[in-house]
């Protein structure tokens, strides 16, 4: 069987500069991608290949320029959903630029297996840099921090400060007035005060990267790699650390998810959407059928869909500003690349494989 790649960059509040850079890093990742999977290479290791170069970049809230928590510090997570060997992740690795390095060797346990000890699939923390980087010592700890994700903590650590500064004056102890016209005129003030308030909520330029993957002998995987949201509390697991959320994989199809972690976790997203593909349903309406009407959704997902034997369909759908997608298929010769924008959330099509 014939292969293909899917991968995007996260979903978020891109400029344009950014967004061409993004296409581009899309486009290196289909190639390089495509290229090994062309050359019979499983896609457990294509797509591992194809996440390390979004780990590398720091565009992207992967690995390198990973958002730092309120503790200072970066903890990144990953996540690998095969066919073959199932469903693995860690989470919570501190200055890892690389998280799915150390799921990669978790996978590798799991199917050279031939011990009564059955490896974990969940590792968090410093106990899982320290057992993994004995089998791979390309596992290390760095500084991760960039330029960008430096001034983004700053942004929102002023951001949450004046909230809680806010809160503290609407909730605390209150005066008995006897006067109306001077309580309306002290309401009247602090919605003033807020309007005029010029410190923006973080944006959602950085959200978790996937990618899918569809190999020769039809097998799928789907891996994620996330430095989960700016100013996040120390010990946070996001949707890449949790099974039918972050990804999802069937014989037939591989789901990659990114956006708020915890709406995405909820509604374990990625498997949702998965059941909705088999369904048939109205696919532009697929996202949409997850919520409830008047429910909060920052999200979106990545979906590539077999159509028998050769030919498969990909889905990208989102509810932010915009969700850079690139894929690859084995009969095309150069990458496909779309900028899906909040104008026109949702990018369908199907492609010979």
């Known amino acids: 069987m014939p292969h293909i790649v899917a991968v995007h960059t ?53 690995g390198l320029g990973s958002s730092i928590t309120d503790d200072k510090k970066t903890r990144t997570e ?4 095969s066919r073959l060997s199932g469903f693995h992740c860690a989470g919570d690795l501190e200055n890892v630029k690389h998280p799915i390095k150390v799921v990669k060797v978790m996978v590798d ?24 980087s004995m089998l791979d010592p390309a596992i ?58 010029k410190t923006e909520a973080p944006d959602g330029v950085q959200d978790t990267v996937g990618v899918v993957c569809l190999d020769r002998d039809g097998n799928f995987t789907c891996t994620t790699s996330s430095g989960g949201s700016v100013f996040k509390y120390s010990g946070r697991l996001g949707q890449c650390c949790t099974h039918g959320a972050g990804s999802y994989s069937t014989p037939t199809c591989g789901i990659v998810t990114t956006g708020n972690g915890e709406q995405i976790i909820n509604k374990l997203l990625a498997i949702t959407v998965a059941n909705k593909l ?11 059928d997850c919520f409830v009407e008047g429910e909060q959704r920052m999200c979106g997902f990545l979906a590539v869909q077999l159509e028998g034997q050769d030919r498969a369909t990909v889905h990208a759908h989102h509810t932010l500003t915009n969700m850079v997608v690139g894929f690859q298929s084995g009969t095309m010769e150069k990458p496909v690349v779309r900028v899906v924008t909040s104008h026109a959330p949702v990018f369908i099509q199907t492609v010979k494989l």
């Open 10 to 62: 996260g979903a978020g509040n891109c400029s344009h500069e950014t967004n061409k850079l993004l296409k581009t890093l899309c486009k290196q990742v289909c190639d390089v991608v495509s290229k090994l999977l062309a050359d019979g290479q499983s896609a457990t290791d294509a797509a591992v290949a194809g996440t390390l170069i979004l780990e590398d970049s720091p565009l992207t809230n992967a």
């Open 78 to 81: 990953a996540s690998i959903c």
């Open 109 to 132: 346990a799991t199917l050279k297996n031939s011990s009564r000890y059955i490896p974990p699939r969940i590792m968090v923390g410093q106990s899982a840099v320290d057992r993994y």
């Open 140 to 197: 290390c700890q760095t500084n991760i921090c960039t330029r960008k994700s430096i001034k983004a903590f700053h942004k929102a650590e002023k951001y949450f400060s004046e909230q809680q500064s806010i809160k503290r004056r609407k909730t605390g102890p209150i005066e008995v007035i006897t006067n109306l016209e001077n309580k309306r005129k002290e309401e009247l003030d602090l919605k003033k005060e807020n309007k005029e308030n």
């Open 278 to 288: 088999s369904q048939c349903g109205d696919p532009c309406g697929i996202l949409d």
